[in-house]
């Protein structure tokens, strides 16, 4: 049965319906719908925003250019169409939400300053503490006020694995700084990246070692369970950061596999998934393409979320994202196929919540990049049956004509963007 769906623009929002057509024998015939959410910019138009987390309530958080001043960003709390600006940032971003509305971000000026962590609550913003060094940095936070990061020890020589408690106001605890259990696989840097509700905790670590393929230090995936590392070990290739970890204690990030990119010489890099100790490549939207696959968060269902992108730029820290993918079950997609035809293209992906609502960014215009909300209609799964018939990479290329993301990270840990 051929089915159809008006096509509705609000001022803020968009409504994207998948046109379905009768599905091939063998397939999973099933409409995927979302209604996207255009966030809108602390500017103008012609600013840039884009998101790095969303909660369980549907509040999300980002960053947004203002009169295009890409080295001052503001934070922004987005709650039900109402933008709250955080304040400025410099180089700086929010990092997570919890459920409890504690927002976690940090300011970085530039050059001859150092990354600073705070907890916005309530319009009061409050600064973590160190380890008895300059630098700290915020990168999850659970729904019991517990926050993983990294912060640097006295004389700011080394970055190491942290946890902060943050409480409610009116909680009759205090906010404190534990250093978690040190790093036992060779070398002296950690970091921690995600923390469940349980108190499970990611990051990477390094091995003390260098790659002599590409020159760059090898860093593991690791978790802390009772305060104690594990290495989570590599897909194949001697790299791996994780990035997000559920209830269920499933842990996803990314890894450098043992497969070369004939291009370029340098190892593929995918996503993965880690259960029961277990880690499992999530596979590619496209085995007829080399792309690489950047996981960056996990819900309770265990819904993997994250960035495509299509070429390095300065390996392995640098990339140009064109998209973002979806995995459950075994299966992975191109979210971009599972929308209709342009304006909308997506730029990155950066989180899900329980609910399936997954936040990012999306070039409106060619030139526009925006910070977008996708939330699935009830009732709808996703499938690559139910993919948007246009040509995979049509999309890619339409939206490389425009301006594009640029993720990097940080020898500190930290992830940033920029617009090229």
Partial sequence: MNSSRLVSRFKTALLLAIILGLAPPGSLRAQVEYTVTDLGTLGGPADISTVTAVNDFGQVVGYSTVNNDFSNVHGFLW???????????????????????????????????????????????????????????????????????????????????????????????????????????????????????????????????????????????????????????????????????????????????????????????????????????????NPHQVLTFLANGINRQGQVVGDIALQYLNYPFTYTLSGGFLWQNGTMIDLDLHIPNPPAYLSSIQGINSRGQIVGAANITPEQIHAVLLTPLPGTAVSPATANPRPQGMHRAAAANGRQLIRSRTPEGRTVFVVK
């Fill in 79 to 285: 709650d039900n169409g109402v933008m709250t600006d955080l304040g400025p940032l410099g180089f700086g971003r929010p990092t997570g939400i919890n459920d409890l509305h504690q927002v976690i971000l940090y300011k970085d000026f530039g050059v001859g300053t150092f990354a600073q962590a705070f907890v916005w609550q309530r319009g009061t913003i409050t600064p973590l503490p160190t380890l008895g060094g300059t630098f700290s940095y915020a990168a999850g936070i659970n729904n019991r006020g517990q926050i993983a990061g990294s912060a640097s020890p006295a004389g700011d020589a080394t970055s190491q694995a942290t946890v902060w408690f943050f409480p409610l106001p009116a909680s009759r605890f205090k906010l404190s700084v534990t250093a978690l259990g040190p790093n036992t696989i060779g070398g002296t840097d950690s970091e921690a990246n995600g923390i469940s509700d349980n108190g499970h905790i990611v990051g990477s670590a390094d091995l003390g070692a260098i790659d002599p393929v590409t020159g760059f230090s090898i860093s593991h995936a690791v978790s802390w369970v009772n305060d104690q590392m594990m290495d989570l070990g590599t897909l194949g290739g001697p790299i791996s950061y994780a990035f997000g970890v559920n209830n269920s204690n499933q842990i996803t990030g990314w890894s450098e596999t043992a497969t070369l990119d004939p291009a370029s010489g340098l190892p593929v890099v995918h996503s993965f998934i880690v259960q029961n100790g277990v880690m499992t490549d999530l596979g590619t939207t």
